[in-house]
């Protein structure tokens, strides 16, 4: 029994769906909720987007900006077109639009992979010419990422969305396997995406199903690219009384609700962890991120190694912390408009000149170079690494100099919460997220923290969910147990709780107890290749051959390629393979 496997909270092939250099995976996925909307495709269609509702039509392709926001461009023509322009618009896209045709051999696996245009679609061929069972095609929906680093193509199986195991590198101009994946010696399976990665890349984000990462019944998002709504809310009222009905406009909101509108997609912080019952999928512009999500810094490591963090090193700069409130990303930066190459120097001179106004700066200071930001704010050599801050947003006087806070991420450190709002329930979140991404020594007091927690506020998903995998890591298996039966009170369908809870049942002899949970949760989550290994090596100790090939077929379907899944379904059809096998019983 020993290939039946624990899901490590919240996934064990997390490597396997990173961007590209992407630094620490687990940070995207661990705060994902498990309990959704469930709702009927009509009312998830009716939920966040006014332009596909105008439309009137039943989409299930996610429309691009210029679509999504054609309307507007009645009465704001010029932003509209030079919104269009900018990365924000084009984060995402269908991979029609923005396909890059390629071949790639990946020597490891000898898998052949062809990105191509036929007819109207895209496809993403994979091929082994040493087997002639690895031979198919996926039909890819999206692309992530504006192309000036790279991007990465999603696809959709049955309702699943997963995502390509190869993408495309700007700065090599090629395609290769994403990080994590170029070792392995045959085709990965599948990589689910995780809602968290669509959040900043697509617009109207939807929940996915309840006890499910990445399968939709409807559609997962609206809109593909950043859309006005985006950053001014529902548009609706607005646009029916032909723009009397206001609209939020970032810039007329108190500092916190304005700043809130970037730092959604602009911060990452050491860790963050949602508020309970919170999802930050679900915030609209003009509400206060901090009554979402907590995020936190933490001394040891350097903000400038890790995501997203243009506000963290915005908010350490000497311009920001003397000029206060006043000064937003807006001091510097057009949301419509990104300057082309050759008019970036000027354009921001010109930004700083507005508060620099002593005479000097645009006269003697350092005049031969009229680049203010060449010296102030350099590129870091970060440049290929999606989500690693590549202009320095600390605007200092001597950038090469110093480099203070330039530890590395090491053992033992102190989390501390970057806006106000945050909890002791998510400061234990928050160094259990540490431990989860393999700081071990964090353990104790992850565990302590929670163990506070869930003493002091009952019915906690998140919290008995860590608490089970906490137990679980410190051999506790019976009150790992208990925490799990918790979540599944409250939610029936939590993927991690049943499929943990599952093993810990299997290993301890209840067959049956196992089964009645991985056979629903399978059901649910086909494309999650752990599970079905489970499910099928289960099968098959309750004797079930018919149920245990089944399982492994399905597993195929979306990873075809896994040898020990291979192997098994051929010894289950052949009969080599018993059910259930003799050696583990009798
Ligand atoms: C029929 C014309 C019309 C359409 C269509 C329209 N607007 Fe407007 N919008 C206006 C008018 C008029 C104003 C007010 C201008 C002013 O006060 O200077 C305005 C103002 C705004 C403002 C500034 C609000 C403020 O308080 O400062 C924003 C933001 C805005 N519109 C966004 C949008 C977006 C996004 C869309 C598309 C979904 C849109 N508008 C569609 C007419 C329109
Ligand atoms: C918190 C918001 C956020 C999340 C979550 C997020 N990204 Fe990003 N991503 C960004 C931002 C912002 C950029 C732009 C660069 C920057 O700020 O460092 C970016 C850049 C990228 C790029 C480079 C695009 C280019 O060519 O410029 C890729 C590829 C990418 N992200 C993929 C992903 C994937 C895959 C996930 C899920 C694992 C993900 N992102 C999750 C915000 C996010
Ligand atoms: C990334 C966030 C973001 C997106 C996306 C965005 N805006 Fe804006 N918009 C802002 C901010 C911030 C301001 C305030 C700018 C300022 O005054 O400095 C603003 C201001 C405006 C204004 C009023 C002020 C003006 O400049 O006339 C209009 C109108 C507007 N936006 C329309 C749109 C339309 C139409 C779209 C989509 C095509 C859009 N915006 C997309 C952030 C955004
Ligand atoms: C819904 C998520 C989202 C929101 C909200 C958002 N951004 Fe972005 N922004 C992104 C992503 C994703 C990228 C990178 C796109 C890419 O390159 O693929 C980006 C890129 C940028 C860039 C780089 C543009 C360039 O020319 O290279 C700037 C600047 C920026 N955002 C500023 C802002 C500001 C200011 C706000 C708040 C008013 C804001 N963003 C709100 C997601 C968002
Ligand atoms: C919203 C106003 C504002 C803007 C815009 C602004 N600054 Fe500043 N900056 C300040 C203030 C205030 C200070 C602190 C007092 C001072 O040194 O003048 C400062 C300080 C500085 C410092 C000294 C930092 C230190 O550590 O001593 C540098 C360098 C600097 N700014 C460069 C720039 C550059 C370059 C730009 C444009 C990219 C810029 N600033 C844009 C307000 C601003
Ligand atoms: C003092 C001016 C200034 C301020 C304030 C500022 N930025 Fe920037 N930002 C820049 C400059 C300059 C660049 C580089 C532009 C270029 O090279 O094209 C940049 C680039 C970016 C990029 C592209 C990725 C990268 O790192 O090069 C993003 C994303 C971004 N800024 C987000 C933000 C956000 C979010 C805020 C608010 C927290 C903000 N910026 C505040 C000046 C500023
Ligand atoms: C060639 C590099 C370079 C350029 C270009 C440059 N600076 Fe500086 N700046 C420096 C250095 C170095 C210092 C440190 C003090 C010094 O040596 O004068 C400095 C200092 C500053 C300071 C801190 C206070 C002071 O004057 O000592 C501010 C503010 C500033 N620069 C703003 C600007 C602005 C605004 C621009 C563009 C108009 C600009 N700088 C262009 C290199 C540069």
Same mark, same amino acid.
């Given at each position: 029994?020993?290939?039946?496997?624990?899901?490590?909270?919240?996934?064990?092939?997390?490597?396997?769906?990173?961007?590209?250099?992407?630094?620490?995976?687990?940070?995207?996925?661990?705060?994902?909720?498990?309990?959704?909307?469930?709702?009927?495709?009509?009312?998830?269609?009716?939920?966040?987007?006014?332009?596909?509702?105008?439309?009137?039509?039943?989409?299930?392709?996610?429309?691009?900006?210029?679509?999504?926001?054609?309307?507007?461009?009645?009465?704001?023509?010029?932003?509209?077109?030079? #919104?269009?322009?900018?990365?924000?618009?084009?984060?995402?896209?269908?991979?029609?639009?923005?396909?890059?045709?390629?071949?790639?051999?990946?020597?490891?696996?000898?898998?052949?992979?062809?990105?191509?245009?036929?007819?109207?679609?895209?496809?993403?061929?994979?091929?082994?010419?040493?087997?002639?069972?690895?031979?198919?095609?996926?039909?890819?929906?999206?692309?992530?990422?504006?192309?000036?680093?790279?991007?990465?193509? &999603?696809?959709?199986?049955?309702?699943?969305?997963?995502?390509?195991?190869?993408?495309?590198?700007?700065?090599?101009?090629?395609?290769?396997?994403?990080?994590?994946?170029?070792?392995?010696?045959?085709?990965?399976?599948?990589?689910?995406?995780?809602?968290?990665?669509?959040?900043?890349?697509?617009?109207?984000?939807?929940?996915?199903?309840?006890?499910?990462?990445?399968?939709?019944?409807?559609?997962?998002?609206?809109?593909?690219?950043?859309?006005?709504?985006?950053?001014?809310?529902?548009?609706?009222?607005?646009? &029916?009384?032909?723009?009397?009905?206001?609209?939020?406009?970032?810039?007329?909101?108190?500092?916190?609700?304005?700043?809130?509108?970037?730092?959604?997609?602009?911060?990452?912080?050491?860790?963050?962890?949602?508020?309970?019952?919170?999802?930050?999928?679900?915030?609209?512009?003009?509400?206060?991120?901090?009554?979402?999500?907590?995020?936190?810094?933490?001394?040891?490591?350097?903000?400038?190694?890790?995501?997203?963090?243009?506000?963290?090193?915005?908010?350490?700069?000497?311009?920001?912390?003397?000029?206060?409130?006043?000064?937003?990303?807006?001091?510097?930066?057009?949301?419509?408009?990104?300057?082309?190459?050759?008019?970036?120097?000027?354009? #921001?001179?010109?930004?700083?000149?507005?508060?620099?106004?002593?005479?000097?700066?645009?006269?003697?200071?350092?005049?031969?170079?009229?680049?203010?930001?060449?010296?102030?704010?350099?590129?870091?050599?970060?440049?290929?690494?999606?989500?690693?801050?590549?202009?320095?947003?600390?605007?200092?006087?001597?950038?090469?100099?110093?480099?203070?806070?330039?530890?590395?991420?090491?053992?033992?450190?102190?989390?501390?919460?970057?806006?106000?709002?945050?909890?002791?329930?998510?400061?234990?979140?928050?160094? #259990?997220?540490?431990?989860?991404?393999?700081?071990?020594?964090?353990?104790?007091?992850?565990?302590?923290?929670?163990?506070?927690?869930?003493?002091?506020?009952?019915?906690?998903?998140?919290?008995?969910?860590?608490?089970?995998?906490?137990?679980?890591?410190?051999?506790?298996?019976?009150?790992?147990?208990?925490?799990?039966?918790?979540?599944?009170?409250?939610?029936?369908?939590?993927?991690?709780?049943?499929?943990?809870?599952?093993?810990?049942?299997?290993?301890?002899?209840?067959?049956?107890?196992?089964?009645?949970?991985?056979?629903?949760?399978?059901?649910?989550?086909?494309?999650?290749?752990?599970?079905?290994?489970?499910?099928?090596?289960?099968?098959?100790?309750?004797?079930?051959?018919?149920?245990?090939?089944?399982?492994?077929?399905?597993?195929?379907?979306?990873?075809?390629?896994?040898?020990?899944?291979?192997?098994?379904?051929?010894?289950?059809?052949?009969?080599?393979?018993?059910?259930?096998?003799?050696?583990?019983?009798?």
């Amino acid at each position: 029994m020993a290939d039946i496997s624990t899901r490590k909270s919240p996934d064990r092939s997390v490597e396997a769906r990173l961007p590209p250099g992407k630094p620490r995976s687990e940070d995207w996925l661990r705060t994902r909720r498990e309990t959704s909307s469930n709702g009927p495709l009509l009312a998830l269609l009716f939920l966040g987007s006014f332009a596909a509702s105008m439309i009137g039509q039943t989409r299930l392709t996610a429309t691009p900006v210029r679509e999504a926001d054609a309307i507007c461009a009645k009465c704001h023509q010029e932003i509209f077109l030079t #919104y269009l322009g900018t990365p924000m618009a084009n984060a995402s896209g269908l991979a029609t639009e923005r396909l890059v045709a390629g071949n790639f051999l990946h020597a490891q696996s000898g898998t052949e992979y062809r990105v191509f245009l036929e007819g109207n679609a895209a496809w993403l061929n994979f091929r082994k010419p040493s087997d002639p069972d690895i031979n198919g095609r996926e039909r890819l929906n999206y692309f992530l990422g504006s192309g000036h680093l790279g991007l990465t193509y &999603l696809y959709s199986k049955n309702g699943y969305l997963l995502e390509s195991p190869i993408a495309y590198y700007s700065d090599a101009k090629t395609y290769d396997m994403k990080p994590g994946l170029g070792k392995i010696e045959h085709m990965p399976g599948a990589l689910p995406i995780n809602s968290t990665c669509l959040r900043c890349h697509m617009s109207a984000v939807q929940h996915p199903d309840s006890g499910t990462e990445n399968r939709y019944q409807g559609p997962a998002f609206l809109h593909v690219g950043i859309t006005c709504e985006s950053c001014h809310g529902d548009t609706h009222e607005h646009v &029916l009384t032909n723009g009397i009905k206001a609209v939020v406009n970032p810039v007329k909101l108190d500092s916190e609700r304005r700043d809130s509108i970037c730092i959604v997609c602009h911060l990452e912080g050491a860790t963050s962890v949602e508020h309970r019952d919170r999802s930050v999928i679900d915030f609209k512009p003009g509400e206060d991120i901090s009554d979402y999500i907590s995020y936190f810094a933490n001394a040891s490591e350097k903000a400038t190694q890790r995501g997203v963090s243009e506000i963290e090193q915005f908010t350490s700069s000497k311009c920001k912390q003397v000029t206060g409130e006043r000064m937003s990303c807006m001091s510097c930066h057009d949301p419509h408009r990104s300057p082309a190459l050759d008019e970036r120097a000027a354009f #921001y001179r010109g930004k700083c000149l507005a508060c620099h106004t002593q005479p000097k700066y645009a006269t003697t200071h350092y005049s031969s170079n009229p680049d203010c930001i060449s010296c102030h704010m350099p590129k870091t050599g970060a440049k290929n690494i999606p989500h690693v801050a590549w202009t320095d947003h600390r605007i200092r006087q001597h950038p090469d100099r110093d480099d203070s806070g330039a530890t590395v991420l090491s053992t033992g450190m102190d989390m501390t919460p970057m806006l106000p709002g945050s909890s002791a329930r998510d400061l234990a979140l928050a160094y #259990y997220n540490l431990a989860v991404n393999g700081v071990t020594s964090e353990r104790p007091r992850a565990t302590a923290l929670l163990a506070a927690t869930a003493q002091s506020s009952t019915g906690d998903e998140e919290v008995l969910r860590a608490l089970g995998i906490l137990s679980e890591w410190n051999g506790d298996s019976a009150r790992s147990e208990q925490f799990y039966r918790a979540v599944l009170a409250l939610d029936p369908n939590s993927l991690t709780a049943t499929t943990n809870l599952g093993t810990l049942l299997a290993k301890s002899g209840d067959l049956q107890g196992a089964a009645a949970l991985w056979r629903p949760a399978f059901a649910r989550n086909e494309d999650i290749l752990g599970l079905g290994q489970n499910l099928a090596t289960l099968e098959c100790l309750l004797g079930d051959k018919g149920r245990s090939s089944e399982a492994l077929r399905r597993v195929l379907i979306y990873s075809p390629d896994m040898p020990e899944i291979r192997n098994k379904l051929r010894g289950v059809e052949t009969g080599s393979q018993e059910c259930p096998p003799t050696v583990s019983h009798h």
